[in-house]
């Protein structure tokens, strides 16, 4: 799978691995990425057998450069020559990492559910339409939404909502609040969780696919020599990164100052009366956590009683700034860690 995707299948029907329904993660040109999941109706090996027809078709028309509603479209056609097909929902959608765009549309599937970093949820319902082959001449509906820095996407199919005498909105709210709860978590646990909080107490009475996707920002990794000529560079390579967080301004310059004092301790107390030491800048989300770490292998000069190691004001602007600052001195050197919290 690309980076930044999980997925989860389970067959209703042990001890099959087959079934009904499927996810796919397609590669296609432009660095973009396609994503279906779709729920034959039925179960067992004769819903597996349509099943893998209209997966390969799916993934076909994809890679031949067809948008979603187009590969919907031809889809439907397929699917009326089909046996067993008729009924079958699917949502395919492609993505675009680097923008989060998202072009999607959706045939009969449950609505894709976008779980915000400040934890409000959004329904991708807008690209919605019937089933395949219940209607085979009419025009497949598009619609386009954008998947945030640090938003988590879900899909599924109706087996891991649907419950005998429930509404499939009261399913799909719970697995919503379910998701809110866990989305800090790495995401394959988040995938295996959200499976195991929701699977009734006496198993899924459906086939389950469930496919997720955090879109990230690549952690920064930054070396610099603990001296103040390279404190200029350091700061404008932390700017860049940041500008691609999507962090609101004002916690953006929070983070850039705060990080700034942290890298100027290390080029003034790390290596005294010493040169050629190196420093090490981490910064990475973890969750709706951003968490940065500045390192040394160096020893710290002990300074005068009335005075503090870290600059002066430094530890004290350090800690206005953050929500959480650590410093652990060890015979390995410094590690200044600062978190953010950039949700609730």
Same mark, same amino acid.
């Given at each position: ?14 001890? &099959? ?29 004769? =819903? =597996? ?35 067993? @097909? /008729? %009924? ?9 990492? @680097? ?11 449950p609505p894709a559910t976008l779980v915000h970093r ?13 089933? &395949? ?9 598009? =619609? ?8 988590? &996407?879900? !899909?599924?199919?109706?087996? !891991?909502?649907?419950? *005998? ?17 866990? *989305?800090?978590?790495? /995401? ?8 195991g909080r929701l699977r009734p107490d006496d198993g ?26 390279? !404190? ?30 942290? %890298?100027?301790n290390a080029v003034e107390h790390a290596y005294p ?42 530890? @004290? ?28």
């Amino acid at each position: 799978l690309p980076d930044g995707f999980a997925v989860r299948y389970e067959p209703a029907t042990p001890p &099959l691995e087959v079934g009904g329904d499927w996810y796919d993660v397609v590669t296609l040109g432009g660095d973009r990425i396609g994503i279906v999941v779709g729920d034959c109706v039925g179960r067992g090996l004769t =819903a =597996a057998a349509v099943m893998g027809q209209l997966r390969s078709a799916c993934r076909a028309l994809l890679l031949e450069a067809n948008g979603p509603a187009r590969t919907l479209n031809t889809l439907d056609r397929f699917a009326d020559r089909l046996p067993g @097909a /008729l %009924c079958t929902t699917v949502f395919c959608g492609v993505l675009d990492p @680097a923008t989060g765009t998202l072009t999607y549309s959706s045939a009969g599937h449950p609505p894709a559910t976008l779980v915000h970093r400040d934890g409000s949820a959004e329904f991708l319902d807008a690209g919605g339409s019937l089933p &395949l082959a219940v209607r085979v001449e009419a025009n497949r509906p598009e =619609a386009t939404a954008v998947v945030p820095v640090g938003s988590l &996407l879900m !899909l599924y199919t109706d087996g !891991l909502v649907e419950r *005998r005498r429930e509404s499939l909105d009261d399913g799909i709210a719970r697995a919503t609040e379910v998701a809110h709860d866990v *989305r800090e978590a790495d /995401l394959t646990d988040l995938a295996a969780g959200l499976m195991g909080r929701l699977r009734p107490d006496d198993g899924y009475e459906d086939d389950v696919a469930l496919l997720l996707y955090r879109r990230s920002v690549p952690p920064l990794q930054l070396d610099f020599a603990a001296h103040p000529d390279s !404190l200029a560079s350091t700061r404008t390579w932390l700017r860049a990164w940041l500008a691609t967080t999507e962090l609101e301004t004002e916690l953006a310059q929070d983070v850039l100052v705060a990080t700034g004092e942290a %890298c100027a301790n290390a080029v003034e107390h790390a290596y005294p009366g010493a040169s050629g030491g190196n420093a090490h800048l981490a910064a990475r989300f973890t969750g709706s956590r951003l968490v940065v770490v500045v390192t040394d292998d160096g020893r710290w000069k002990q300074p005068p009683p009335d005075n503090q190691v870290l600059r002066g004001r430094g530890m @004290a602007m350090m800690e206005a700034l953050a929500d959480a600052v650590t410093v652990r001195h060890d015979a390995d050197g410094t590690t200044v860690t600062l978190e953010w919290r950039t949700g609730p």
